[in-house]
Every structure is written in C-alpha cells, then in structure tokens.
C-alpha cells in the first residue's frame, strides 16, 4: 500500500508538471485579467493588462479607464458603447468589436467601449462615468431584461456581485468584490485554471440570458423607484438604449417615457449569431448588430 | 452519479480510504461499508429507487434460502415461479407497462377500434434490468442446484448493490462474484495498478471518444432530413464508436474501480469491431447479457440439442428477447431481429463457431480475409446501430434510405478531422492491446522505459481533462 500511494503521488506531481508545462507551450488557457474596486466602488481592470483569449488566435487589452478594448486616437464626436460580456467581448478578435464594425460604418464619429460580465443596467450606467472626461455626446447601452431586474435589490435575493439599487434605501449599492486565494491560485497555475474551465467552469453556461420571458408583467412597484432613481441621477436625453432581440416591449416603452432612445435587434435567427458552446456574438453576429446600431445612431444624428 | 463526474472523482477516494486503511482489518465490516456506500451510490439518482432495490434484494436472498429449503421440486419450483414473478413484474411495470398500453391500443385502432387508454407517469428506476439479472441468475443457480444460497444478507445486499456494476453490470453471477463477497481481500500492488489503468482508459473512452462522437451522432440524427448520404454515413459511424466508446468505457471504469478494491468482475467487451463475423461479434460484445441469456434462456429452451429449425427458432427467441430487454420501443426488437438475420447464414451453414479466437493472432496485420470479415462485420453492426439510435422505426427508415437516396461522392458535410484522428489512433491502440483484458491492458511490456508509460499516461489523462466538460450520461443507464 505503502508504494501504491508513493507512486501515486509522484505521478500526480509529475503530470502536474508536465500539465503546467504543456497548458503555457501551447498557450491552452484564456489569460484572465486581474481585477480590483476602484475607489468609486466599480470593479475595475488593471489598466494596461495584456493577454491572449485562447491558442494563440487573438489578444485582449484593458485600456487606461480599466476596461477591455482601446482608446480611440481621437475623441471628436464620441459615442460610449457599454454593455456586459457581450461588449467586453474578449472572445472576438479586437476587429470583431462593436466599436471597430461601427467606426469603419460611421467613419465621422469615435467610438469607445466598456464592458463587464455579468455587469447590471445600473452598473452600466456607473461605467458611463468613467468616459465622462472625454466628453461624449452619446450613451450607447446594449442591454436586457435581467440587466434591469439585476439592477434592483428588493431585499428578495442575494445581489452581491451587482451594482444595484436598493429599494429600501433607494440608494446605490456597488458589487462586492470577490477576490480570493483560490481564484489567484487559479489563474498563476494554468495548469490547474485549465482544468477549471474544463470541468467546471463549462463553456455552455457563459452568456446565458436568464430570466428573459420571466419580465412579460413588469413590477412596476419595483421597476418605476428604480427608473426614478435613473433619471434623478443620470441623462437619460444623452442615453439611447439597444435591446437584445425578444426583449420585453413594456420595458421598452418605460424606458422610452424615461425619456430614452430605445430601439431593439431584430433577428430571425439569433442562434446564427452565436458561438456552437456559447451564446455570445460571433464576429458575424456583431457585424449584424452594428449594422442595426448604425442606423439607429444615423436615426438619432438626424433628428 | 456518474462515473466521468467530479462527485464520483470525491466519493471513490472516500470509499478507498475507508476500506483499505480504516476498515482493512475486518472484511466483514469492508463488506458493511461497500453496501452502504453502494446504496448511497444508487440514491444520488433518487432516494425512492432505494426502496426498490432493497425490495428486490430481500426478495431474491429469502427466495434463494427458500429454494434451497423446499422439501420437494414443486414447492423449489413454486419459490422460484414467486421470485421471477415478482422480479420480472416489477421490471415489466416500470419499463414496459407505457409500451404495451400504447401498443395494444394503436393495435386496436389499426382495427378501427378507439381505445380509451390512460399511461402512467412511470420513472425508469436507474440500473434495473441490471439488478433484476443479478437476482434472477442467483435464484436460477440456487434452482439448479448450481451454488448453495448464502446465508448472509450483507453478502448479498453487496453481490447485488456493488457499485461499480450496479447502474449498468456487467450483469454478475453468484457463481463468480459471491465467493469474493464472503472472502477476505488483501490489498494488491499490481491489481490496483492494473485497475486505476483500467478507469483510466475507461474515461478516456466515454470522455474522448463517447462524448464527443455523441456530439456529432446527435447533430446528424437530429437534422437528419438535412443531410446527405455521406453525411448521414459519417452520423451512423459517429454512433458506432459512440455506443461502443460510452457502454465499454462504463464497464472499464467498473471493472478498475472494483479491481482497486480486490474485487475481479466478469469481462463485458473483447474487442467486438475486431470480429470476424456476426457470432463472434455477439461472443465479444456485452458479454455478460449474452452468456446470460444463453445460460437462462437459450439452453433451458433447448439450445442446440433439437435440431436445425430449433436451433433457429431459439436463435431468434435470444435475439428479440436481448433487444427488447434494451428498452420498450419497436427499434430495440428491430435491431434485435436484424442481427438474428445476421446471424442466420452462420447458423444454417454451421459457421458460427468459426472464429474463437481473436483477428490477427499474435501477427501485427490481420489477413486479408480476415480484414475483409473485419470490415463486413464492423458496417453490418453500425447499420443495425440505426435502429437502435433513431426514436422510431420510421425515422430509422428514413434516415436509411437518406443514406442511398442521397448518397453521391461528395464530401460529408460534418466532417470532424481532428475526432476522426483520435477515433482513428484509439482503434489503432486497442488493436495493438487486443490480447489483453483492456486497450492498455499490457502496455508494461510495450513502453518497458517507465518514464515513457508515464508519459503516455499523462497523454491519456490531458487529452480527459481537454474534452471534460460537456458530462453525459451514459445510454446503458435508461436500460
């Protein structure tokens, strides 16, 4: 028994040398990058992070505001591209994002992007700040039902890892940063962080939209404090929104008297637009957005 | 909880530990240990089933002591008529009763007769047909004066709920599995070696091979109006590696687990798309369910004693019998027919005892003859699969003729090179390792350089760890 177990533990040693060796030649797992509160209480990237999304196709940047993507060189006409995951976008090449489809459509404005998973309506909203010293005319959010849900504490549910408005308080409360020794242990062995994202961590889940139908009956008792909240603290009139396809049109119309610009995706296929194992955009799925986005933004330039 | 699951992957070292370090000293209290942990096992799918199983245990032990006890062949008979009563209604209920209703009324439609039926909302008890056999086996043996029934209920509360064989066999008999019950197990060097192996090149084949031609086999069989003939080929060839890839992959990890812990169950696969013709094929796949219908149905319904015409009858009986123990649909019976038919020209010619031992001998390379018998027998079996594969019977119809409608030479629209390539090395491995119990069975003597077996080892386990993720079940739970 005696040598069963030593012999165990040193193949166990040895293949996780051997994984560690074999994940960082060839480059097998996503480079995450490092995150930290800010002192405005937002989750924010280290800025000036580099790193590769998978074997050795594209890299990621986080720009000098703490967000994925890059600065545009110039900030005449700026329009802010915000969303979740789906903007942040670190599956997509940097030519696959919403601001570099959208630029080379509408050449005459700049565009700049932030994005966070899982980030609430109202996280988004607190994101806008970050871009307010670049002074841009336009607010472009991508958003869903369950960003406005997301966006609400109503004391029901746990809402740590979301920035949202408490109703009781009818003040904003920030994301709880979960930082952790096992997440730093994951992401400095590859080996190990590889074998996470394999087993546990599965690629089906990311992007998942929950929630979506469940917004068909707005609770106007909880929805209408928080759109209150919104329009006290932020300029709805510099704000448009764009709604995932099969978005909840009551919602849409609430926005709208908030005084939003709102318009929706429309799609016969959106599974089309997605990756095989994960809902999120393909290249081809953000070019159709943005060509949809471009005339809503040309729409909006001319009124 | 699955085999290729992270539950498992805690639960199996918990149960080594104990039995091997804290409960080594007393087998009988090993054997305590494994029937709990067996039944905590078979209650992750549903507490319920418990009950069940516990029902068909005390059942099948109280009946065994009564058989044995009958003063006169009628009352044994009588004991023995109650059990397999019992066992074969519980099983007939819970996963045939939806099956005949629905049958018996479409029959009577067919005559123009409505019939007002109800079906119930039966869930199938993970396992059961597999522990239905166990049971049935030890009350026919105790029948046939074969083996004296045990009379300690923990023995067989073990032989019966062991979990590595509990959810999907290989079905056991008393004869081979109770003897080393009731016997004290040392801890073994080599035998726990060759059974972590073993598990090893067991996940590889449901990880690697199972779930991700599953993947494809799925895609095709789905849309499979969508596909051209090649295509649909590719879909049939998908499905082919995927059942043998899931259901041998399943019985290596059972058989390691139980090695590691001192126990030898009954070989379930011997390389079957090695075979030569359709018997051998039947010799090397499932073996257990074919030893076990020829033991408890072919011969006491006369085997091969009564002549030719008997002989074929029987053949049929096995067949139908096997594919309709499988699951309560048409395409099961079909599939079982369709291999009977297979069967039959080797049975009228007296060629189906041809081929015993394995393809190639001790050479590297087959004959030619025996490549050609290789790759009859390899498309005969993935062409039956159709049928075991599609819904209904009219789906597997389509899907066949899609395959020679639209076949033209063009290339399969699914076409995944880099599965192809593994699919391909896995059957290249397990031809070089088909004189050995498993694929990798005798690897010690081809790779002597230690680091170089470790090395494949670490290959083996990556390649696990890169395609993990996307957990299935495995199909010979629904039987």
């Known amino acids: ?303 | 909880m699955l085999f290729n699951s992270f539950e498992f992957a805690v639960f199996f070292p918990i149960v080594f530990i104990l039995y091997w370090f804290v409960f080594k000293n007393n087998f009988k209290v090993q054997n305590v240990m494994l029937a709990v942990a067996s039944y905590y096992f078979y209650c992750c799918w549903d507490w319920r089933f418990g009950f069940l199983l516990a029902f068909s245990t005390a059942l099948d032990f109280y009946s065994g002591l009564a058989i044995a006890g009958a003063g006169t062949k009628a009352r044994k008979k009588m004991w023995l008529i109650i059990s397999v009563g019992i066992n074969l209604g519980f099983l007939g209920f819970f996963k045939y009763y939806n099956f005949f209703i629905e049958s018996f009324a479409q029959l009577l439609e067919s005559f123009g007769v409505n019939a007002n039926y109800s079906t119930l909302n039966i869930i199938l008890p993970v396992g059961i047909s597999f522990y239905t056999f166990h049971g049935l086996s030890y009350v026919f043996d105790i029948y046939n004066d074969r083996i004296k029934p045990t009379t300690n209920l923990i023995n067989y509360t073990l032989f019966v709920s062991f979990f590595p064989l509990l959810v999907a066999g290989p079905i056991e008999r008393a004869t081979h599995l109770l003897p080393q019950v009731e016997k004290p197990r040392k801890f073994n060097y080599a035998q726990a070696i060759d059974g972590m192996r073993q598990v090893l090149w067991g996940l590889f084949k449901k990880i690697v091979i199972a779930d991700n031609c599953a993947y494809y086999a799925n895609q095709i069989f789905n849309d499979h109006g969508d596909y051209s003939g090649t295509t649909l080929i590719v879909g049939m060839l998908m499905f082919t590696f995927q059942i043998y890839g899931d259901f041998s992959g399943y019985t290596d990890i059972a058989l390691g687990t139980a090695r590691m812990l001192g126990f030898e169950l009954l070989k379930n696969f011997n390389y079957p798309y090695f075979s030569r013709d359709i018997a051998e094929f039947w010799r090397r796949w499932h073996i257990s369910l074919s030893s076990w219908f020829k033991d408890y149905l072919y011969i006491p319904l006369g085997g091969s004693k009564g002549g030719k015409w008997m002989r074929v009858r029987n053949t049929f009986i096995i067949f139908l019998v096997s594919g309709f123990w499988h699951g309560s649909n048409w395409t099961f019976l079909a599939w079982g027919f369709l291999h009977a038919l297979y069967f039959l020209p080797l049975l009228l010619l007296d060629q189906n005892r041809k081929n015993i031992d394995i393809a190639g001998g001790n050479g590297l390379f087959p004959s030619f003859r025996e490549f050609v018998g290789m790759v009859v027998t390899f498309s005969l079996a993935a062409f039956a699969w159709i049928f075991f594969r599609a819904p209904n019977i009219t789906e597997a119809f389509i899907y066949i003729g899609g395959m020679f409608s639209k076949f033209s030479l063009e290339m399969p629209t699914v076409w995944p090179v880099t599965l192809i390539l593994i699919v391909v090395a896995f059957m290249i491995v397990e031809w070089l390792g088909r004189h050995g119990k498993y694929g990798i069975a005798r690897i010690d003597n081809a790779l002597t350089f230690k680091p170089l077996r470790w090395a494949f080892y670490m290959l083996v386990i990556f390649a696990i760890f890169a395609y993990a993720g996307s957990e299935q079940e495995f199909i010979y739970f629904q039987f």
């Open chain 1, 1 to 303: 028994m005696k040598k069963f177990i030593l012999q165990l533990i040193l193949f166990c040693v040895a293949s996780i040398l051997a994984g560690e060796i074999i994940v960082r030649a060839f480059d097998l797992t996503v480079d995450v990058p490092k995150s930290y509160r800010a002192e405005s209480g937002m989750i924010k990237y280290y800025p000036g992070q580099e790193g590769k999304y998978a074997v050795g196709s594209h890299r990621w940047k986080i720009n000098e505001f703490g967000y994925a993507g890059t600065v545009p060189s110039g900030t005449d006409n700026l329009i802010t591209l915000l969303g979740d995951s789906y903007i942040e976008n670190f599956m997509n090449p940097t030519e696959c994002h919403q601001d570099a489809y959208l630029k080379s459509e509408l050449p005459q404005y700049n565009f700049i992007e932030a994005g966070r998973a899982t980030a609430s309506f109202l996280e988004m909203l607190e994101m806008s700040k970050a871009y307010d010293s670049l002074n841009p005319f336009l607010h472009v959010f991508y958003v869903k039902n369950s960003d406005f849900l997301q966006s609400i504490d109503n004391g029901k549910g746990k809402k740590n890892d979301k920035v949202s408005y408490n109703l009781k308080t009818g003040k904003i409360q920030y994301a709880k940063y979960e930082g952790s020794t096992s997440k730093d242990i994951l992401y400095n062995f590859k080996f190990f962080y590889y074998c996470y994202r394999n087993i546990w961590h599965t690629e089906g889940n990311n992007g998942e939209i929950p929630d979506e139908k469940a917004i068909d009956k707005l609770n106007r008792e909880e929805i209408v404090p928080f759109m209150d909240y919104v329009k006290k603290n932020y300029d709805a009139g510099k704000m448009a929104l764009v709604f995932y396809p099969e978005s909840s049109k009551e919602l849409m119309d609430l926005c709208k008297s908030y005084g939003f610009k709102v318009m929706v995706i429309e799609t016969d296929n959106h599974k089309s637009w997605q990756f095989e194992h994960d809902a999120h955009w393909t290249c081809y799925g953000h070019k159709q957005v943005a060509l949809q986005v471009k005339k809503f933004i040309e729409e909006l330039a001319v009124k």
